[in-house]
């Protein structure tokens, strides 16, 4: 647990935690804790039991904004990829009027980008931290966006090139993954949605109008995922398409090569027979000619089918 004075965006550490109890002349006090310190920080900042609950429960949270007697409670989701699976982690946000506590239980990197940004704009109440915190976060999914439909267009071009069957297992895995995040940025656009219109105490009103710019963004990221989701079913049906297309191309390269084979099979077939006359049977070199003779007509026989197209 990391506890620190921020005022004008400068960061002072802080020893004793009771100290934060009272409000201090200037600025607010950040909390940056782990879900095992609650135990210390329900009592001392009368969190509500609810809040404390989901936060330790192991369940993905949904993010969500709960009115309290003396804070509200937050929970919105940072958002990672690595090219094959999608990564939300739950930050809970206890807002105080002189405190504000983030609560995770991974390292989230949006707080840490968060800290020279606090220091460019100044910050001094916990509200505007709450402001940017959420604005960084929503930033970040555009990034993530951009490098999915990144993956997307890759994959839509391997599967073009050379369908393998490892596609599909990437393409409804990927497609997966973005129906269960889509579920989580409709409440998200809420809680954006909430802090943008309803009347906060614990909000300043002018603020409100930049959670509005921040909310039209989770509008916009929500459409995007939308979008995606379309792509993927696209995707799949190019998938099927493609290994429709292969098979074609397969059997039109057996059905040419048995019909080649259909009148050499019948020559053979009739010279191989056990009668006491055929003809060109007792001509000198007759078994020559006989194989020039399919030599020729299988070559001819190709020769057309690749004017025609057929192979």
């Known amino acids: 647990m990391k506890i620190r ?63 309290y007697e003396g804070h509200y409670f937050i929970v919105i989701n940072s958002i990672r990829f690595d090219d094959e699976e ?16 983030t609560v995770t239980k991974q390292k989230i990197h949006e707080l840490r980008v968060l800290k020279p940004i606090l220091w460019e704009e100044e910050v001094t ?16 999914y555009f990034a993530v966006g951009d490098r999915i439909e990144n993956r997307i267009e890759s994959l839509e071009e391997d599967i073009l090139m050379h369908t ?25 656009r809420d809680v954006i949605g909430t802090l943008n219109k309803k009347d906060l105490r614990l909000v300043d009103d002018q603020l409100q109008k930049y959670f509005g710019d921040i909310y039209e963004n989770a509008v916009k990221i929500t459409e995007t995922f939308e979008t995606y989701r379309d792509l993927m079913g696209n995707l799949r049906e190019a998938y099927q398409s493609s290994l429709s297309n292969r098979a074609n191309e397969i059997m039109r390269v057996f059905t040419a ?31 020559y000619i006989l194989l020039s003779i399919m030599v020729s007509l299988g070559l001819g026989m190709f020769y057309l089918f690749k004017k025609k197209d057929w192979l």
């Open 86 to 101: 999608i990564f939300l982690r739950a930050l809970n946000i206890f807002l105080g009027r002189h405190f504000i506590l």
């Open 164 to 188: 393998k069957k490892s596609h599909l297992n990437e393409i409804i895995g990927l497609r997966s993954e973005i129906l269960w995040l889509k579920k989580m940025l409709g409440p998200q």
């Open 257 to 287: 090569i048995t019909v080649i084979f259909m009148p050499l099979t019948f020559l053979t077939g009739v010279y191989g027979m056990n009668f006491d006359y055929l003809p060109g049977a007792d001509v000198h070199g007759g078994s």
């Open 5 to 67: 004075h921020v005022t004008q965006g400068v960061f002072t550490p802080i020893e004793d935690i009771n100290t934060t109890l009272v409000a201090p002349a200037e600025g607010f006090y950040w909390i940056d804790a782990d879900t095992e310190d609650l135990a210390i920080l329900q009592p001392l900042f009368a969190l509500h039991d609810l809040a404390v609950e989901d936060c330790l429960s192991e369940e993905d949270q949904r993010p969500k904004i709960e009115i």
């Open 125 to 140: 109440r916990p509200d505007r931290f709450l402001y940017h915190l959420v604005d960084i976060v929503v930033d970040n």
